[in-house]
T-cell receptor, first 113, second 109 residues
Framework: EAGVTQFPSHSVIEKGQTVTLRCDPI?????LYWYRRVMGKEIKFLLH????????ESGMPNNRFLAERTGGTYSTLKVQPAELEDSGVYFC???????????FGPGTRLTVT | LAKTTQPISMDSYEGQEVNITCSHN???????ITWYQQFPSQGPRFIIQ???TKVTNEVASLFIPADRKSSTLSLPRVSLSDTAVYYC??????????FGRGTSLIVHP
C-alpha cells in the first residue's frame, strides 16, 4: 500500500512568489491534515480536511495560505505571496479515524529567499 | 488540550532497554495517548497508542498507570537505527494532536 506522498520534496522561491504544495493521502483515508515546522521549532497543526470539507483550519497562519481538497482525494496548499517566515517543512498526514494513527508524508521543505 | 512534558534528550547504548516517560497531568477522560517517532528529514511515524494499562506491539510497549497522568514508552533492546525524536501526544475525539519538542534519543554503539 502506498503511503502519503508529497510534492515537491524541496522548493526554493523568492519572497513574493507563489508556491503550491501537493499531498496525496493514503487511498481511502477521509481525514487529511497539514502541519508545518518552521525554523526548527515544534510541528504545528495547520488544518484538517474530512473528505473535501475543511473541518478545522484554526492553525492557518493568515490569508496568504489557501488549502483545497477537491473531490476529497489529494490536497494542495498554496502560499501566495510567500514571505521569508514561511520557510520550513510542510507535512501532510492522513488517517482513517480522526487523530488516531496518522500517517505522515516525508514533507516538503520550503525555502523563501 | 492536554499539555505533555517529556525529557528533551536521552542517551542509550545498543542492546539496552529505553524508557521514555511523558507527563500529562490534565489528561481528559476521552483522551488517548499516542507516541510517534521521527527520523531526520522524514515525517513522524506512528509507534503505539493506548488508553490505560499496557499496550504492546512489535515495536514498543506503552505503560499507562491507573491515574493516566503519565505514560512510559518502552523500547526493548535498542539499536543505532532507533536514534530519533520521540513525541508523546495526548488527545482524542475532537482534539487535534499537539507535537511538543519531543525527546531526542541517541543510541550509541
Amino acid at each position: 500500500e502506498a503511503g502519503v506522498t508529497q510534492f515537491p520534496s524541496h522548493s526554493v522561491i523568492e519572497k513574493g512568489q507563489t508556491v503550491t504544495l501537493r499531498c496525496d493521502p493514503i487511498s481511502g483515508h477521509d481525514n487529511l491534515y497539514w502541519y508545518r515546522r518552521v525554523m526548527g521549532k515544534e510541528i504545528k497543526f495547520l488544518l484538517h480536511f474530512v473528505k473535501e470539507s475543511k473541518q478545522d483550519e484554526s492553525g492557518m497562519p493568515n490569508n496568504r495560505f489557501l488549502a483545497e481538497r477537491t473531490g476529497g482525494t489529494y490536497s494542495t496548499l498554496k502560499v501566495q505571496p510567500a514571505e521569508l517566515e514561511d520557510s520550513g517543512v510542510y507535512f501532510c498526514a492522513s488517517s482513517q479515524d480522526r487523530f488516531y494513527e496518522q500517517y505522515f508524508g516525508p514533507g516538503t521543505r520550503l525555502t523563501v529567499t | 488540550l492536554a499539555k505533555t512534558t517529556q525529557p528533551i534528550s536521552m542517551d542509550s547504548y545498543e542492546g539496552q532497554e529505553v524508557n521514555i516517560t511523558c507527563s500529562h497531568n490534565n489528561i481528559a477522560t476521552n483522551d488517548y495517548i499516542t507516541w510517534y517517532q521521527q527520523f531526520p528529514s522524514q515525517g513522524p511515524r506512528f509507534i503505539i497508542q493506548g488508553y490505560k494499562t499496557k499496550v504492546t506491539n512489535e515495536v514498543a510497549s506503552l505503560f499507562i498507570p491507573a491515574d493516566r497522568k503519565s505514560s512510559t514508552l518502552s523500547l526493548p533492546r535498542v539499536s543505532l537505527s532507533d536514534t530519533a525524536v520521540y513525541y508523546c501526544l495526548v488527545g482524542g475525539g475532537s482534539y487535534i494532536p499537539t507535537f511538543g519538542r519531543g525527546t531526542s534519543l541517541i543510541v550509541h554503539p
